[in-house]
């Protein structure tokens, strides 16, 4: 019996040893396979693309003229694949909170400014032919594109705008557009698209023509400021949008890997 009892203990010790050498070979190759993956990830154009539109929506890309050419499947993923839309949507339903937050006044001053080209309306059928901007932009075709009026609207920004009229902000849309060439096309592509009821479009006049966006911007909500309006939030998909003076209470940036407007 007593035989019996220590044979079964020297089983028990060899069974206990055995699983612990197994375990420690487990979890010696666990970290090394996970490592290797890390690699091979680092090294593909989708991890690169995905490096590239963070640094670029942070701003830390700059000036930039063409997306790397290393990007276009990811940036094609990106635009096209729900991705960019979700993105808005997240950021839409961020400035939707912060909105119904700010107590209005009753004088009616309350005010709010969107930007127009792929805040508004989206240029990206133009960037899609243009590589998602692997391509050099093109001033000719892109100005064809606008004067088709088929800019479709952002469904979330159309629907972020009828939100802040309904709350009762006074809404502004604030656009680079050449007023001379491109006002009545854009009026009533904005029309077409649902926004209606904004309390001014405003396009770059001759007084303006030729300086940065950041300047032109800047002067623009300085004479909204000027006329008592309270700008509460400023959005817009370029960091010029975002940038210099007047710029309201809070800014909000919409994502576009797509091209750079210093």
Same mark, same amino acid.
């Given at each position: 019996?007593?035989?019996?009892?220590?044979?079964?203990?020297?089983?028990?010790?060899?069974?206990?040893?055995?699983?612990?050498?197994?375990?420690?070979?487990?979890?010696?190759?666990?970290?090394?396979?996970?490592?290797?993956?890390?690699?091979?990830?680092?090294?593909?154009?989708?991890?690169? +693309? !995905?490096?590239?539109?963070?640094?670029?929506?942070?701003?830390?890309?700059?000036?930039?003229?063409?997306?790397?050419?290393?990007?276009?499947?990811?940036?094609?993923?990106?635009?096209?694949?729900?991705?960019?839309?979700?993105?808005?949507? !997240?950021?839409?339903?961020?400035?939707?909170?912060?909105?119904?937050?700010?107590?209005?006044?009753?004088?009616?001053?309350?005010?709010?400014?969107?930007?127009?080209?792929?805040?508004?309306?989206?240029?990206?059928?133009?960037?899609?032919?243009?590589?998602?901007?692997?391509?050099?932009?093109?001033? @000719?075709? *892109?100005?064809?594109?606008?004067?088709?009026?088929?800019?479709?609207?952002?469904?979330?920004?159309? +629907?972020? *705008?009828? @939100?802040?009229?309904?709350?009762? *902000?006074?809404?502004?849309?604030?656009?680079?557009?050449?007023?001379? @060439?491109?006002?009545?096309?854009?009026?009533?592509? !904005?029309?077409?698209? +649902?926004?209606?009821?904004? /309390?001014?479009?405003?396009?770059?006049? /001759?007084?303006?023509?030729?300086?940065?966006?950041?300047?032109?911007?800047?002067?623009?909500?300085?004479?909204?400021? +000027? /006329?008592?309006?309270?700008?509460?939030?400023?959005?817009?998909?370029?960091?010029?949008?975002?940038?210099?003076?007047? !710029?309201?209470?809070? @800014?909000?940036?919409?994502?576009?890997?797509?091209?750079?407007?210093?």
């Amino acid at each position: 019996m007593m035989l019996k009892m220590k044979m079964m203990q020297r089983v028990v010790k060899g069974l206990t040893l055995l699983l612990g050498l197994l375990a420690k070979v487990l979890f010696r190759q666990k970290p090394q396979c996970h490592k290797q993956s890390i690699t091979l990830d680092d090294d593909s154009d989708d991890a690169y +693309g !995905l490096s590239w539109r963070l640094a670029v929506e942070s701003n830390n890309v700059r000036p930039w003229r063409t997306v790397p050419l290393q990007c276009y499947n990811h940036l094609h993923n990106y635009m096209t694949r729900g991705q960019y839309h979700h993105d808005l949507n !997240l950021i839409v339903d961020q400035i939707l909170l912060h909105s119904s937050e700010i107590p209005l006044s009753p004088d009616g001053m309350d005010a709010w400014i969107l930007d127009v080209d792929d805040t508004c309306i989206s240029n990206l059928s133009y960037y899609q032919a243009k590589r998602f901007g692997c391509d050099p932009f093109d001033k @000719t075709i *892109f100005k064809a594109w606008i004067m088709k009026g088929m800019c479709p609207a952002n469904a979330a920004v159309l +629907g972020l *705008f009828n @939100t802040l009229r309904q709350r009762g *902000f006074k809404v502004f849309l604030l656009t680079g557009r050449d007023e001379a @060439t491109l006002g009545k096309i854009t009026t009533d592509n !904005l029309r077409n698209q +649902g926004f209606i009821g904004y /309390e001014r479009l405003i396009l770059r006049t /001759e007084q303006y023509r030729g300086l940065s966006a950041v300047r032109y911007k800047s002067a623009i909500r300085k004479e909204i400021e +000027g /006329e008592g309006y309270r700008i509460w939030g400023n959005v817009g998909d370029q960091w010029s949008d975002l940038q210099g003076e007047c !710029l309201g209470n809070r @800014t909000f940036k919409l994502p576009n890997p797509m091209y750079f407007i210093s």
